[in-house]
């Protein structure tokens, strides 16, 4: 624990020395502006991750329950300005995810004359258990004519290419694509907005941000403390979750492993995270019968039970013989993306809720901003992905409006700045 | 307190003797599903407001913490279609913000064959202090083309109509207007979201939504028990908000008076409600220095206090010199929107922060949904606004993007429905 707490408002007498501490600091002693300061309320908004870890936070981090995720373009040809960008930001971040503010002086210590290096909507909030977890595109190492941007082209991945045309995507290319991304999580939205509003400034000139996408409430548990949330449609969602305390499914389904791709040997004890923004039509959804729904899910609507029976945990049973056919469906969307058919391949999921205003037609703009983390797209996403797009009823009740592949390099030791594999 | 408690997953062995009785509701034995469930942070989102009561909730009610707006416009010409809606909307408002499903079933006990009666993702969740408030839009009464639409133009109060396009003000007409609206407040973002989409679903065939807009943070308080938020330029925002607890000034300042307008006699007990969608520049704000943003508005970043000095809630002294003209610059938004120079107009706001991705120049699409609710917007709102589009520096880091006026009705009693002095 740090003998020195910091706040949003700035280092608390602190200084420079209290900023190289700040990745050890746990759940600490941060000022609190809430209206019901209850002490237990207060000890969850006071959670804090250590930035710097074997692998970056907010993969396995319990779903904090609100996402702000932006995708960013670099505007600028030089390695040495990009480098220097991922150093600022791992600093920031740091800073951030312990609860202070994005540079060292803070919103409102620095001088009158000078703009300050915080932006301020999050003075006083506590960390709320910010998670800020950084990635890498396709476009960044090879552009679309080819051309290697900044000396990195030899070291991507195979994997690492943009995600296919999937049948049925309607994709919104200012939703979709990026060269860098940065997830944040909390359990304040103010402080996941706060954390990207500041990268982007810090950013400013360096890169701009294509888009971002903001998430109102998790959909997936990451952690076998947390129960299944529910999505749009009403339904429990990412019930078969590689959780945290899954290890060995962990490094299986993943982590990306040594051996995996030699030019990307330095994303080893990282990962893929596949993003897809899957606007929902929920005005012609809820005009289907609840046996219907169920049918397209495949589990009940009240426990998320397989609709072969059991608890929601259970196993579905697809050789179970219904009235017409098997009990669970084989258009129901739970068979199509099952392990039992991918191989055995599982996801780490983290998505989110989304409403972002109103349609063309007059409905919601409203959906699933799903967030994957994975060992490797090529079996743990794009086969389930083109599988549901062959027989899956849920289909029909989804459109595909965003679309993007990142690198999510491994955490990052003290002295490192995040990606610093990559470019050594 | 009603002797039977329901849940949002149908109501509890009550069927319709209970419904009758959720205006009476208080805090109460609702299921929770939520991670942490300490009794503390439950008792917050156990709260619940009677939907019946003498002005609509969501007013004066302490602002929770999220918002989903929506505005929807008309689209049967049969006066009685809409009287039907507003009385099934009317019955779904007081279930939901009891804590209870949309419908008399709910999402899952209705047959297998049949549609829920209600969507499902907030099974499980309690009320988290739900209010929903509906409000009468100018071109309800009259269309663009002078027609009276429903029979109720010579009941149009004669300040209900649309706001003036102000200087500076760009608006997008689909985030702008509409014949309806309604505000969901609750402490739970998919609370808020959940009630908004069960009141479209319910109104399928009769309206459609024009547009609408989530809200991440509440930027105003409304009670004296909250202590003073942020907006996105870092600074607490409406510190002279009035406040429940002010019950004169509620009644000069907020809810309209007996007399006030003869046709407008149904508004009786009701206010109006001015919206409006303002984008903050933030990039460009961010690169102010700290004395300029405190210039510009008028207040110190830290406290909130007038740059005449003193404690937040102090009155900023206009006449005291600072080094050039007055410390309370003439520029300064608090004083271009004073009631001092206003003939003591106050206001009750009740805006939101928002972030809706990203705009087409690489920034985030962000700003203040700003709401307020007024007593006459001729008197309480448009002049104060056009005074801000003249000299306030702020100017220079907004863009108005959304406007709207809607007259808001009084509370109703046992037996009534939303809006029905207007039909009767």
């Known amino acids: 624990m ?12 602190g200084g420079a020395a209290a900023a190289v501490g700040v990745g050890a600091v746990g759940v600490g002693a941060y000022a609190l502006a809430h209206d019901d300061p209850d002490a237990a309320a207060a000890s969850r908004l006071d959670r804090t991750y250590p930035f710097r870890a074997e692998h970056q936070a907010g993969i396995t981090t319990p779903a904090q329950d609100r996402l702000h995720f932006a995708a960013f373009d670099v505007t600028t040809s030089s390695r040495e300005d990009l480098v220097t960008l991922l150093k600022a930001w791992t600093l920031a971040a740091e800073r951030m995810t312990a609860g202070g503010p994005a540079g060292p002086v803070g919103p409102l210590e620095g001088a009158y004359d000078l703009p300050p290096d915080d932006t301020g909507e999050a003075i006083g909030l506590p960390p709320s258990g910010l998670t800020i977890t950084f990635g890498f595109g396709p476009s960044l190492f090879v552009d679309d004519d080819g051309k290697d941007r900044f000396g990195l082209a030899e070291r991507r991945p195979a994997a690492l290419e943009q995600l296919p045309h999937f049948p049925g995507d309607n994709l919104d290319e200012f939703r979709s694509y990026g060269d860098l991304c940065v997830q944040a999580c909390a359990d304040d939205p103010q402080v996941a907005v706060h954390a990207i509003r500041n990268l982007a400034r810090i950013g400013f000139g360096t890169v701009s941000v294509r888009w971002s996408q903001l998430g109102f409430g998790r959909t997936s548990s990451t952690s076998e403390s947390q129960t299944t949330p529910r999505n749009l449609f009403g339904f429990k969602d990412g019930t078969m979750n590689v959780k945290a305390e899954e ?3 962990l490094e299986k389904h993943v982590w990306v492993q040594p051996g995996d791709d030699d030019a990307g040997a330095w994303l080893e004890g990282g990962s893929y995270v596949a993003v897809r923004r899957i606007n929902m039509t929920i005005e012609v959804w809820d005009r289907q019968p609840l046996g219907d729904q169920e049918s397209f899910i495949g589990r009940t609507k009240d426990t998320g039970a397989p609709l072969s029976g059991g608890e929601e945990p259970d196993q579905p049973d697809f050789a179970m013989a219904g009235r ?6 084989v258009t129901s969307h739970v068979r199509n993306v099952h392990p039992d058919f991918h191989d055995g391949a599982r996801m780490l999921r983290r998505g989110y809720n989304f409403v972002d205003g109103t349609d063309a037609i007059g409905g919601l703009n409203a959906g699933l901003f799903f967030l994957a983390y994975l060992r490797d797209p090529r079996t743990h996403f794009i086969p389930i992905q083109l599988q549901m797009t062959k027989v899956d009823e849920l289909m029909e009740y989804l459109k595909f409006t965003g679309s993007a592949l990142f690198a999510v390099p491994p955490g990052i030791a003290p002295g490192e700045y995040v990606g610093q594999a990559l470019f050594v």
Chains 1, 2 share one sequence.
């Open 247 to 249: 290890t060995a499914a």
């Open 324 to 329: 017409e056919g098997p009990i669970m469906p």
């Open 2 to 13: 740090s003998p020195r707490p910091i706040s949003r408002r700035g280092l608390i007498g």
